[in-house]
């Protein structure tokens, strides 16, 4: 298993307490000790928790996760994609393929992955190991401190520190609280995402199903208010696939929920709407993982600086369950932080660099979480005009002998994304640093 690889030390070790042991919250673990930091990680929960999902890691996040040392694992674990296939979400019928290493893409400078959610908890639990990182299970935060900064536990233990990191998620957090002064309101929708997966082995016999689990594709079916993601694990023998749908009644039981599973049969899923290959492999799943999206409104800030506490990954930018850059914000969080952290000098130097982080994050974090549902919409529009405009771009991308009008197509399509692939987190702290890091320094006591 993969160490972290080594990186700037910090001047000054602070003391930080983190609330959650997601990905988020391991691998802010796992980055801040490396840098030298004194870190403690909090989670309720027992630690076993595996979501069978894949993770979308775009080149900007697959970037992040080289530069820590992770590419022996990547390399094992990660499921490169070398294009999107769209497909008729009714007739399975190919309406193009958008290529990632075509010229338009040649500057991407990292891979895009798919890695299994599981996988990814596994190996920041091993590196937060090896890297001596403290983490208590079963370990319940009630309320933070403000004034001294502490966590208050559910066994009446109080853990005082110099900054608190709150990774615990979207659903009810605390740390959320803290910052806020007060609960943001959770609304349910009618979104929900249905995870399941069959036996590659059983796809690769079926002639039927076997043009659909080429390696290296990650398939998309767009339909009449739903979107369907398909694509292979080798190494694990699965075909994942993820079906994203509005469906009708109460659907508050599957809030949060990324490990039951459930019977197809209880929900109506209408699978006339779907291509046969779809119906089938439902079929031969006979089981799936519901996840119901809540909208949370995002914070307006995502610190309490005097005091400071911050938030990270879907605590500081609650998204979609399905979004493609959910966790690549987490991860770019994490590197900025640890970034800024490495340059101060003194304690009282944190809210500052705090501030900066708040700064650089909150408005890349809105403009993904805008992206994704726009790009929920074109994804899934019913018949039309703009269906019939959209896919005639997506063509293009593959049939356009003309280099101008493909790039145009793809631009207004795809330009976006790509925008999205370039971003570099350490990049933009260092620009940040390097204009107002030497006021920081002398304002410090």
């Not at 502490?150 to 659903?171: C, K, Q, R, T």
């Not at 009810?172 to 979104?191: F, K, M, Y």
């Not at 609650?318 to 640890?338: K, N, Q, R, V, Y």
Request: net charge negative.
């Amino acid at each position: 298993m993969p160490h972290l690889s080594s990186s700037r030390k910090a001047p000054v070790s602070v003391r930080i307490t983190i609330i959650g042991a997601s990905i988020t919250g391991l691998a802010t673990a796992c980055v801040l000790r490396r840098s030298g930091h004194k870190v403690l990680v909090v989670e309720k929960s027992d630690g076993t928790f595996r979501s069978p999902g894949i993770i979308p890691s775009p080149p900007n996040m697959t970037r992040v996760l080289q530069r820590w040392g992770l590419q022996s694992y990547l390399a094992k674990s990660g499921m490169v994609v070398d294009q999107f296939r769209f497909l008729e979400g009714q007739s399975g019928k190919i309406i193009g393929v958008l290529k990632l290493y075509e010229e338009l893409l040649k500057d991407l400078m990292a891979d895009f992955l798919l890695i299994q959610h599981g996988d990814l908890i596994s190996i920041f639990q091993d590196i937060a190991r090896r890297e001596g990182v403290e983490v208590r299970y079963n370990t319940t935060v009630v309320k933070v401190e403000r004034v001294p900064l502490a966590a208050l536990l559910e066994n009446g233990d109080i853990l005082y520190s110099d900054l608190i990191v709150g990774a615990d998620g979207p659903l009810r957090s605390i740390s959320r609280d803290a910052v806020l002064l007060r609960q943001i309101e959770e609304l349910p929708t009618q979104h929900v995402c249905f995870s399941f997966s069959v036996s590659l082995s059983d796809l690769q016999a079926d002639t039927e199903l076997e043009g659909i689990c080429e390696q290296r594709n990650w398939n998309m079916w767009l339909g009449d208010g739903f979107v369907i993601y398909g694509a292979c694990h080798v190494e694990r023998n699965r075909y994942f696939l993820c079906i994203t749908t509005e469906m009708h009644g109460d659907m508050t039981e599957y809030q949060g929920n990324w490990t039951k599973q459930y019977p197809v049969d209880r929900f109506d899923l209408r699978l006339e709407r779907f291509d046969p290959r779809i119906q089938k492999l439902l079929r031969m799943a006979e089981v799936l993982i519901p996840t119901c999206h809540v909208f949370i409104p995002e914070p307006e800030n995502l610190i309490c600086d005097l005091d400071k506490v911050i938030l990270a990954g879907q605590s500081a930018h609650p998204t979609m369950p399905d979004g493609m850059h959910s966790t690549a914000m987490c991860i770019e969080d994490i590197d900025a932080l640890d970034y800024l952290l490495t340059r101060i000098r003194h304690v009282d130097e944190i809210p500052r660099v705090l501030s900066a982080h708040e700064e650089l994050r909150m408005e890349r974090c809105t403009h993904a979480r805008e992206w994704e549902l726009r790009k929920l919409q074109m994804f899934t529009l019913d018949q039309g005009e703009d269906r019939e405009l959209r896919d005639a771009k997506i063509r293009c991308l593959s049939e356009c002998e003309d280099m101008e009008e493909k790039e145009y197509a793809f631009n207004d399509l795809w330009g976006e994304e790509v925008d999205f692939y370039a971003y570099d987190p350490i990049e933009q702290a260092d620009n940040w640093w390097s204009m107002y890091g030497t006021v920081i320094s002398q304002r410090t006591p």
